[in-house]
């Protein structure tokens, strides 16, 4: 790639905008058949509804947007669904699917952590003991009294604890749904009592197809979101409602460009500048993680590989894929991992993003670019 096309590129990248047209959904998905890429799931527990088969408490895991809290709704309004026939339900039309859907119905908790620094959540005992006090009384006019516990990794230790009671003995009448990102970060105690329900990275193909199909977003388009989605439905779904978010996706990798075209003391300085947005850090960092991911694939596989992801940068991904040896790639990809784990472990902001960014390669490429403009 010669320096004028870095040049618009880079300038692409952070300005891009994109004009759509979309008939967006008119109410909130309250139909089996609007859950994709998790056939399997939806079988399972529609059938233990139906089989009269249904445990106590269920824990769905997996990615990030990826369809947890919806299947855990559309869950719920299945249970307490007043469509005489059970093949119709959840209907998405009576007046208990209505309530659950816009998170209205009396007999339905949701749960979710307060959002603290970093955007971290935390689920505290507080809310759980309001949970069991509400979970304690009969319902008012549903089948079951339904919990969803939203993230559960989130539940500090207290909170943890106390819910473990309503794990071990629940109200009859009660179904409790869990979701989490990782099993393993949960006290063990809290998995063994739940049937797993674990969802996987909702394949491109299906994203393309929901946004191209059902959503009437443009064919290009619908294939970017796809791929940059990750196999997260749910950003797909937002990003092709809100264009900002593929600006502000945009913006976090050109500022990854930007720091990789810099020397030492440029690093230090956009090192402080980074820090001062700590709520922003995590968003930044898993963007430039997936970047790395890239990169690192391309670099082990040749040139010929596809691009999973960031196929918005791959003449970059695959200009550096020959430039930066495969070690120096995979050594970073580990580093801006080894980053979110600090941050979420509370570690230093400033020491782990400057850290970070002293760490990685230089674009040579970039860099020149960027002080032949300086001395113009
Ligand atoms: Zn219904």
């Known amino acids: 790639m010669s320096r004028t096309q870095i040049v618009i590129h880079t300038v692409l990248m952070t300005i891009e905008i994109y004009e759509i047209n979309i008939r967006f959904y008119n109410s909130i998905m309250s139909h089996w058949n609007d859950i994709v890429g998790h056939d399997w799931a939806v079988d399972m527990l529609s059938k233990a509804i139906e089989l009269d088969r249904l445990v106590h408490a269920y824990l769905i895991t997996g990615p990030s947007q990826v369809g947890k809290a919806t299947l855990a709704r559309t869950f719920a309004q299945a249970l307490n669904c007043t469509s005489p026939e059970q093949v119709d339900r959840p209907c998405g039309v009576c007046r208990s699917c209505t309530l659950i859907g816009t998170g209205r119905h009396p007999d339905v908790f949701v749960v979710k952590g307060e959002q603290g620094r970093r955007g971290k959540r935390t689920l505290k005992i507080d809310q759980i003991r309001e949970l069991q006090k509400a979970l304690n009384l009969t319902a008012a006019e549903a089948r079951y009294k339904v919990a969803i516990l939203e993230g559960f990794d989130n539940a500090n230790a207290n909170a943890s604890n106390a819910f473990l009671k309503t794990l071990e003995e629940p109200p009859s009448y009660a179904v409790l749904i869990l979701t989490a990102l990782d099993p393993d970060l949960l006290l063990p105690t809290v998995p063994s009592r739940c049937q797993r329900v674990a969802l996987r990275p909702v ?124 070690q120096e790639v995979v050594r970073s990809l580990r580093q801006t991992d080894e980053a979110i784990w600090q941050l979420e472990h509370n570690a230093n902001t400033r020491l782990v993003v400057e850290n970070l960014l002293l760490k990685y390669p230089l674009d040579q490429l970039a860099n020149d670019l960027v002080q032949e403009t300086a001395t113009g």
Do not use: C, Y
């Not at 394949?203 to 990750?230: C, F, N, P, W, Y």
């Not at 500022?255 to 956009?270: I, Q, T």
């Not at 898993?286 to 992801?309: H, P, Y």
């Open 203 to 326: 394949q491109t193909d299906l994203i393309r197809e929901e946004l191209e199909k059902h959503m009437g977003v443009d064919k290009e388009l619908s294939r970017k979101l796809a791929h940059l989605a990750d196999g997260r439905i749910g950003w797909a779904i937002e990003a092709a409602k809100h264009p900002s978010l593929l600006v502000e996706r945009s913006s976090r990798l050109a500022l990854l460009h930007e720091a990789l075209a810099k020397s030492r003391v440029g690093r230090f300085e956009m090192a402080a500048g980074l820090s001062r947005n700590p709520d922003d850090l995590m968003k930044l960092l898993r963007t430039w993680l997936s970047w790395w991911r890239d990169l690192a694939i391309v670099s082990i596989g040749g040139m010929q590989t596809t691009i999973a992801v960031n196929i918005d940068d791959a003449p970059t991904i695959q200009r550096l894929a020959v430039d930066w040896n495969t």
